[in-house]
T-cell receptor, first 117, second 110 residues
Framework: DAGITQSPRYKITETGRQVTLMCHQT?????MFWYRQDLGHGLRLIYY???????DKGEVPDGYVVSRSKTENFPLTLESATRSQTSVYFC????????????????FGPGTRLLVL | RKEVEQDPGPFNVPEGATVAFNCTYS??????FFWYRQDCRKEPKLLMS???SGNEDGRFTAQLNRASQYISLLIRDSKLSDSATYLC???????????FGQGTTLQVKP
């Protein structure tokens, strides 16, 4: 029962480099989300996806790119990493309810700790 | 003003104490409300939903006041294992997005 996994768990990179964080879920959940968590800000939504090939911006999308070619995968790419993107990144997923179309409960991956030097 | 506001604490309490956390939200159209728990350096996990009539799960009681846009979580008979950060979460049904508060840190001491 893998659930939702993220890789790498820890990453150190340099300013200007491209970095891709991976997220994989085994539940076939329709919705997937990327958050970043920083002291003083709590969890902030970066991007989300309602289904394969459907993505939308969250609260803090600048500097990030996502794709969702398969339901189970939702990679997040930092095109040119900056120090301000040092953070803990959480991926989450939720199922689609037949009635409302959206589930309220999200399941989180273990997080990726990213340090940009 | 943040959409969801919590007192970050930390709340330091002895074992066996009763502790209450409060949370306010700004969007009166918010539909659903939750408390998530986050242990140090781990992912958030759903603790309980919050219903208008108030609801209880063992030692935990959640309450919602829609008129005041206020949510609370009461923990009775605190255990050492309750030490964590408690996140107040509001759900916007039309977007499917959860809005998280900053979290309130609880430290239960022996």
């Amino acid at each position: 029962d893998a659930g939702i996994t993220q890789s790498p768990r820890y990453k150190i990179t340099e300013t200007g480099r491209q970095v891709t964080l991976m997220c994989h879920q085994t539940w076939s959940h329709s919705y997937m989300f990327w958050y970043r968590q920083d002291l003083g800000h709590g969890l902030r939504l970066i991007y989300y996806s309602a289904a394969a090939d459907i993505t939308d911006k969250g609260e803090v999308p600048d500097g990030y790119v996502v794709s969702r070619s398969k339901t189970e995968n939702f990679p997040l790419t930092l095109e040119s990493a900056t120090r301000s993107q040092t953070s803990v990144y959480f991926c989450a997923s939720s199922e689609r309810l037949q009635t409302s179309g959206i589930s309220e409960t999200q399941y989180f991956g273990p997080g990726t700790r990213l340090l940009v030097l | 003003r943040k959409e969801v506001e919590q007192d970050p604490g930390p709340f330091n309490v002895p074992e066996g104490a009763t502790v209450a956390f409060n949370c306010t939200y700004s969007n009166s159209a918010s539909q659903s409300f939750f408390w998530y728990r986050q242990d140090c350096r781990k992912e958030p996990k759903l603790l309980m939903s919050v219903y208008s009539s108030g609801n209880e799960d063992g030692r935990f009681t959640a309450q919602l006041n829609r008129a005041s846009q206020y949510i609370s979580l009461l923990i009775r008979d605190s255990k050492l294992s309750d030490s964590a950060t408690y996140l107040c979460v509001v759900y916007s049904g039309n977007t499917g997005k959860l809005i998280f508060g900053q979290g309130t840190t609880l430290q239960v001491k022996p």
